[in-house]
């Protein structure tokens, strides 16, 4: 190294070429440079910051995760109120705007110009930034107080930690985080690998992890975001004003269009669909063309911001109680079709459940080909009273599985109806009764050979979350059994290489004519690496992978941590089994029939005789942990808006609190999210307290 080199100069170099091409990839879609070229650039400013520690800053694009998970988020007041829009569903609605516009501006006859933005379907955000670092980023919550989410927002590779050439003083710039439709769709083929139920839609996949707790995973999913309002910070704020009051004494913006012009030019990420539109007939070409053209893009939107351009013009019009008047947005028709209900059937899958869905006439909806919809149970179908040879009505909002809405009565064609459609009573895979359990609206097959559970169990086996086997995905299973090569999970460690290099799979679903059946090839001998690999995975994994019925993550780590060795799980009785920490009735009596069944007690041998770990490394569990909430146990039921189920368990644990997964007399407190169901039910029986989401948040993070 010369005496010349100045790391100083050096870094800023690095910073500034990083952000360059960070913001040609993520806001412009256009990269300058290959991946490869831009991961050396951010190397070489690792090495250079390690090296020089001191002369890390916060924006430094090293900075992005704070790699910790926070504890909640705080409460912050907005700036102004976030107000919400008015709709305008239709052309007719979207004149009605612009008269009253045009009344309110004194305007006659004469047009007023609006600037017409795709509506992101995602959610709201609010970033400040202080002389130009980004200080702070706020969700929207109830318009006033929002959610600190700043840690997860610096994780958006889209949003800059400094601006160019920024304003001095404080602004606040809003936008909306999406979740793009690419990664979206990557997120669910890895949930679905991992046996876990996809998420519906992009925009709550979005809420949910920008309410996520670790900044890690929310760096992982690689959230976008896009950037369409200004405000500066002059005073206290005013409701329904432009936002642009303070800038305006630096010659700053006039027009909306030069707002989302300057925003643009700092770095911030603006959609660039946006349009100036003279008068209202051009807006309303321009919400007609993007109705359709919508499918193009990689994100989602459910409509058009029309807003006045004129920010005096704004000042002018104010705002009523509850939207400004000089914006509305324009809603995109929900989108449906209409087609032959072909056939319902059933899905069987890994626990036995057996599911209705709908098989189509395969029509064209929303950009793509549509054979299938869901039918969610036995019940629903029975409700809509849907049956075979109907005409359907399929509607696709921002979920990636249509749905049903009605039949179409009577049939148009006049055709009659066939008979109401029969929950089948016998399992369509392997013929044995399906039962139901009081409680459930499930019917299941219970027969543990069921060839489509076998089939199910085997992906579960090998999913992420258990034994961890890359590349053991649905379609090998699928290949290895129908060939007779595997039986049980203990015959997957008897494969050999060569095997597994010449078996020729299908794609499952094909998703390309490019999808043709194929040798297996080096990702064969990568799938046996694999195989060999997960035979030292912890105890924990197998009891997982296993499948007990009521055995999920958490369970299988509590008995290993308890009982040391598969040996001991095995042999313990009912009441032993509930010695250990949270380990209910429900979860023991399941154990124990499973560890009952001779077929079972061969697997076990079988998989131990193969060289499958049967003891654990985890630490042998420790008095109980002290908190403001030992001695208390938890119930936690239903959806959490704001965090993961696995978030707010490991938030009350922390507290000292137990966690358990059913209603007793010794619960404490339910916590019910939406869609409770049976355990709020129990817990009104048993006079046990139950908690709202907002009350465990008031309880719980204090915010
Ligand atoms: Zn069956």
């Known amino acids: 190294m010369t005496q010349s080199f100045d790391p100083h100069a050096r870094l800023e170099q690095l910073r500034d070429a990083i952000r360059h091409h960070e913001e040609r990839y993520y806001i412009h879609d256009d990269p300058e440079v290959s991946d490869e070229e831009f991961d050396k650039l951010l190397h070489e400013l690792e090495?250079?910051?390690?090296?020089?520690?001191?002369?890390?800053?916060?924006?430094?694009?090293?900075?992005?995760?704070?790699?910790?998970a926070v504890e909640g988020f705080a409460t912050v007041e907005h700036l102004a109120p976030m107000l919400s829009l008015d709709n305008a569903y239709t052309e007719q609605?979207?004149?009605?705007?612009?008269?009253?516009?045009?009344?309110?501006?004194?305007?006659?006859?004469?047009?007023?110009?609006?600037?017409?933005?795709l509506k992101i379907d995602g959610l709201s955000l609010a970033l400040t930034y202080e002389n130009g670092k980004l200080l702070r980023g706020a969700t929207r919550g109830d318009g006033t107080r929002?959610?600190?989410?700043?840690?997860?927002?610096?994780?958006?590779?889209?949003?800059?930690?400094?601006?160019r050439n920024g304003p001095a003083g404080r602004l606040e710039a809003r936008g909306e985080v999406y979740l793009p439709r690419a990664n979206f769709e990557r997120i669910n083929r890895e949930m679905e690998d991992a046996g876990e139920t996809p998420y519906a839609n992009a925009r709550n996949t979005a809420a949910g992890t920008m309410r996520n707790l670790s900044p890690a995973l929310v760096a992982k999913r690689g959230l976008g975001a896009f950037i369409y309002q200004l405000v500066a910070d002059h005073g206290p704020a005013q409701a329904g004003h432009s936002g642009n009051q303070r800038l305006a004494d630096a010659g700053a913006p006039r027009t909306h269009s030069d707002t989302l012009r300057a925003l643009a030019a700092w770095g911030l990420p603006v959609e660039r669909h946006w349009r100036r539109c003279e008068n209202v007939d051009e807006v309303a070409a321009f919400c007609a063309e993007w109705a359709d053209k919508r499918q193009t893009l990689e994100f989602e939107t459910d409509g058009v911001v029309i807003k006045v351009d004129d920010l005096a013009l704004r000042?002018?019009?104010?705002?009523?109680?509850k939207f400004p008047r000089w914006a509305t947005a324009f809603k995109f028709p929900a989108q449906q079709a209409t087609t032959t209900l072909k056939a319902i059937e059933v899905n069987v899958g890994r626990t036995g459940a057996v599911t209705p869905y709908a098989v189509l006439e395969p029509v064209k909806l929303a950009g793509s080909t549509i054979g299938m919809a869901t039918l969610h149970n036995a019940e629903d179908v029975a409700r809509k009273d849907l049956r075979p040879g109907d005409r359907v009505l399929i509607e696709k909002g921002g979920d990636v599985i249509p749905k049903v809405v009605k039949a179409i009565l009577p049939h148009p064609e006049g055709l009659p109806r066939s008979d109401p459609w029969q929950m089948p009573t016998t399992c369509p895979e392997c013929g044995s009764a399906l039962h139901r359990d009081e409680e459930e609206v499930v019917w299941r097959c219970e027969n543990l050979s069921c060839p489509a559970r076998i089939r199910r169990s085997m992906e579960h086996f090998a999913s992420r979350g258990a034994m961890n086997i890359e590349g053991l995905g649905a379609s090998l299973v699928d290949q290895l059994i129908e060939q007779g090569l595997v039986h049980d999970y203990a015959d997957l460690y008897h494969l050999a290489a060569d095997q597994l290099e010449n078996l020729v799979v299908a794609p499952k679903e094909p998703r390309s004519e490019r999808a043709v059946p194929r040798k297996l090839g080096k990702v064969g001998r990568n799938v046996i690496q694999e195989l060999e690999r997960s035979k030292s995975n912890d105890l924990w994994r197998l009891l997982f992978a296993l499948g007990i019925r009521h055995v999920g993550e958490k369970a299988a780590a509590t008995l290993a941590r308890h009982f040391r060795s598969m040996d001991r799980v095995m042999s313990a009785s009912v009441e032993e089994l509930q010695t250990a920490l949270e380990i209910g009735p429900v979860v023991a009596d399941s154990v124990r029939a499973f560890a009952s069944e001779p077929v079972n007690q061969q697997l076990?041998?079988?998989?131990?005789?193969?060289?499958?770990?049967?003891?654990?490394?985890?630490?042998?569990?420790?008095?109980?942990?002290v908190g403001p909430l030992t001695g208390k146990t938890f119930v936690l039921t239903g959806t959490l808006e704001s965090m993961t189920r696995e978030a707010a368990t490991e938030l009350l644990e922390r507290l000292g609190a137990k966690v358990a997964g059913s209603?007793?007399?010794k619960t404490s407190v339910v916590v019910c999210g939406s869609d409770a169901g049976s355990k709020l039910e129990k817990a009104r029986q048993?006079?046990?307290?139950?908690?709202?989401?907002?009350?465990?948040?008031?309880?719980?993070?204090?915010?």
């Open 315 to 321: 000042d002018k019009l104010g705002t009523t109680a």
């Open 146 to 163: 929002g959610e600190d989410v700043t840690t997860n927002v610096r994780t958006i590779r889209a949003i800059p930690l400094s601006l």
């Open 93 to 117: 609605e979207l004149r009605a705007f612009d008269e009253r516009v045009r009344r309110g501006a004194g305007a006659g006859d004469a047009p007023v110009a609006y600037v017409a933005e």
């Open 663 to 665: 209603v007793s007399k």
């Open 47 to 68: 090495r250079l910051e390690a090296e020089y520690p001191d002369l890390v800053t916060p924006d430094s694009p090293t900075q992005r995760v704070a790699g910790r």
């Open 686 to 703: 048993l006079g046990v307290e139950t908690w709202d989401e907002q009350q465990f948040r008031a309880n719980i993070i204090k915010d």
């Open 604 to 625: 076990v041998e079988k998989l131990s005789k193969a060289g499958v770990k049967m003891t654990t490394d985890l630490s042998e569990p420790t008095a109980e942990p």
